[in-house]
């Protein structure tokens, strides 16, 4: 065999390198597209992909031309480039490489979207713990979408496959242009006047023109107003629109947004299937363990010899009997012995040595009291001081000038200090 005529990876690489690199169509290239892969790189090099609806294409482009672009690219932005296309050798895959870049007027747009984004969030719009469950079996499905195209085929198709027995409501609506904001909304609105168990909202694919009406602020409270679970399919998996974060759950393709409303026939077979199993294997262990506890019953002695039972309680009964005669009897002894007690007693006998005592010992109380008694002193002569109705012990306890009371027997008397002599020392002040 001959291997001249064979060439390596790298010949070829290199050969359709240096056709791309001396074809004059290639050398001067004006796409326009979307941004998507953004990639800064500290060297200042931009690595990323312009795509449209059908297909993409790597691009790069060197820090001397980035320095001279007038606005800030962001992923998902429209912008307009001029460049050449060769081959990377390293990966053998073609690239433009992207001396002019600008904005395609559709980048405002994409600032737009963020800012709606953001203050939406804000407000909670998007937080999970407002998402409603989707249900596992819905009887009905309503569907916002345009009423001819793929999304509503592809919907219709894939419930019909799946979940045959399921019923569905569509609300045709506006997906593209100017008063398509308004329409959804208001399909929304309109489907929660129906007994729907879920709603699908969406489209096909499209330009970022194309799905924005899925990005205006009155479809997305409109979602978020809703009662019923709300599914987004917008465009395709690589798309992303505020009603897929407000939404109770996000689909990436209409399709797929089918697949999840509703179960499909076959997985439920096969859980029904499942669930008879176990609920035979819990039956029949629930009536093997109740034969086992009848016949440990029925084989029990009591059940067998039901009077034993019956003979034991009453020997307890008996017994029972027994002692509270015992008890009774006690208690009775013990009253009449007490009773006997206090009819032999003395004080029984003798009530009125009772008062006699009692008399006697009142008296002498009264006399100890009238001994102690402070106002007995003033029948012998003795009086009383006092300054604001106490008794002056201390003579600190008075000053010149002070007014005291005197109390004799039978008077009181009012007097104001003039003087006061110590007996102690023979001191007058």
């Known amino acids: 065999m001959n291997d001249d005529k064979y060439l390596s990876v790298g010949a070829l690489t290199k050969y359709l390198k240096y056709k791309f690199d001396t074809d004059?169509?290639?050398?001067?290239?004006?796409?326009k597209g979307e941004i998507s892969n953004?990639?800064?790189?500290?060297?200042?090099?931009?690595?990323?992909?312009?795509?449209?609806?059908?297909?993409?294409?790597?691009?790069?482009?060197?820090?001397?031309?980035?320095?001279?672009?007038?606005?800030?690219?962001?992923?998902?932005?429209?912008?307009?480039?001029?460049?050449?296309?060769s081959i990377y050798e390293n990966t053998g895959s073609y690239q433009i490489y992207v001396e002019e870049m600008e904005e395609d007027g559709l980048g405002n747009l994409y600032i737009l979207f963020e800012k709606l984004k953001k203050d939406l969030e804000k407000e909670g719009l998007f937080d999970p713990k407002n998402k409603k469950p989707i249900p596992k079996i819905p009887e009905k499905v309503g569907i916002v979408t345009a009423p001819t195209g793929a999304a509503i085929k592809?919907?219709?198709?894939?419930?019909?496959?799946?979940?045959?027995?399921?019923?569905?409501?569509?609300?045709?609506?506006?997906?593209?242009?100017?008063?398509?904001?308004?329409?959804?909304?208001?399909?929304?609105?309109?489907?929660?006047?129906?007994?729907?168990?879920?709603?699908?909202?969406?489209?096909?694919?499209g330009s970022i023109e194309d799905l924005w009406p899925f990005n205006e602020e009155c479809v997305a409270r409109a979602i978020y107003e809703s009662k019923i679970p709300i599914i987004s399919a917008v465009g395709h998996e690589i798309d992303y629109t505020i009603a897929d974060?407000?939404?109770?759950?996000?689909?990436?393709?209409?399709?797929?947004?089918?697949?999840?409303?509703?179960?499909?026939?076959?997985?439920?077979?096969?859980?029904?299937?499942?669930?008879?199993?176990?609920?035979?294997?819990a039956i029949t262990k629930k009536i093997n363990y109740s034969k086992l506890q009848l016949e440990s019953i029925t084989g029990s002695f009591v059940i067998k010899n039901p009077m034993v039972m019956f003979e034991n309680k009453r020997q307890y009964l008996d017994s029972?009997?027994?002692?509270?005669?015992?008890?009774?009897?006690?208690?009775?002894?013990?009253?009449?012995?007490?009773?006997?007690?206090?009819?032999?007693?003395?004080?029984?006998?003798?009530?009125?040595?009772?008062?006699?005592?009692?008399?006697?010992?009142?008296?002498n109380d009264i006399i100890k009291l009238d001994l102690v008694n402070p106002l007995n002193i003033l029948k012998r002569g003795y009086s009383l001081t006092y300054k604001e109705e106490k008794v002056i012990t201390n003579i600190k306890n008075i000053k010149?000038?002070?007014?005291?009371?005197?109390?004799?027997?039978?008077?009181?008397?009012?007097?104001k200090i003039t003087s006061i002599k110590e007996e102690k020392h023979g001191k007058e002040r």
Do not use: W
Request: with cysteine.
């Open 245 to 281: 974060f407000v939404a109770d759950l996000r689909a990436p393709t209409p399709t797929g947004a089918a697949e999840i409303a509703v179960p499909s026939m076959y997985d439920l077979e096969k859980l029904l299937g499942q669930y008879q199993i176990r609920a035979s294997e």
């Open 24 to 31: 004059e169509h290639l050398r001067n290239v004006f796409l």
């Open 400 to 415: 010149i000038g002070d007014t005291i009371s005197i109390r004799l027997e039978k008077a009181k008397l009012e007097a």
């Open 320 to 363: 029972l009997i027994e002692k509270i005669n015992r008890d009774i009897y006690y208690l009775l002894d013990n009253k009449k012995q007490y009773f006997k007690n206090i009819q032999k007693s003395y004080l029984f006998k003798n009530p009125k040595m009772i008062y006699e005592n009692q008399k006697e010992k009142l008296k």
């Open 154 to 205: 592809d919907i219709l198709s894939t419930i019909k496959r799946r979940f045959p027995i399921c019923k569905t409501i569509l609300f045709p609506a506006l997906v593209q242009g100017e008063n398509a904001k308004e329409d959804i909304a208001n399909k929304i609105k309109l489907a929660n006047n129906y007994d729907i168990d879920v709603l699908i909202i969406g489209r096909g694919g």
């Open 38 to 85: 953004l990639k800064k790189h500290t060297t200042g090099h931009y690595y990323f992909s312009i795509k449209d609806e059908n297909s993409k294409i790597n691009a790069i482009m060197f820090s001397r031309n980035t320095k001279q672009l007038n606005f800030n690219p962001e992923d998902g932005m429209k912008v307009r480039i001029k460049g050449r296309i």
